[in-house]
């Protein structure tokens, strides 16, 4: 979820009339699987050509620390790799434990095997 926007005036989007003042929740998630605007949303598809999406916003409010976000998980994911090379998923995809929260979409906990280890660098 985005952070809550209130329309200072009535706005009509998507059919439905908006008056001033109301709570308007944005799910940046429902927008990023679109159907319509991606093939295929549901899958995670690494070599997508399109690789536009909304998880660090849009416009005017667009993430202030997306440099240092990309740059965090860049780093991240690349040492978890290179030191774990053999890491794969301990259970199944649809047994994943998902925390319930209406603003977020996050595990409590992923549970990994490692076939292979290197701890240099
Ligand atoms: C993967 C990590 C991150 C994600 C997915 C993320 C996502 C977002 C999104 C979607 C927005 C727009 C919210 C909206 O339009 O209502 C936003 C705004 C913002 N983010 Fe991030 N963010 C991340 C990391 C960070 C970091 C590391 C910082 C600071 C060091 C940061 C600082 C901010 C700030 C200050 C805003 C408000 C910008 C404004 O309203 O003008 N974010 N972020």
């Not at 159907?35 to 849009?58: A, C, E, V």
């Amino acid at each position: 979820m985005a952070i809550r926007r209130f329309p200072v005036e009535r706005i009509e989007m998507g059919g439905t009339s908006i008056p001033p003042g109301e709570t308007v929740m944005l799910c940046l998630a429902s927008a990023n699987r679109d159907p319509d605007r991606y093939p295929d949303p549901d899958q995670f598809d690494i070599f997508r050509q399109d690789k536009t999406h909304l998880s660090l916003g849009q416009g005017l409010h667009y993430c202030l620390g997306a440099s240092l976000a990309r740059m965090e998980i860049e780093t991240a994911l690349a040492t978890l790799l290179r030191r774990f090379p053999g890491l794969g998923l301990a259970t199944r995809v649809e047994e994943l434990p998902w925390r319930t929260s209406v603003r977020s979409r996050a595990l409590k906990a992923l549970l990994v095997t490692n076939s292979q280890s290197s701890y240099i660098g």
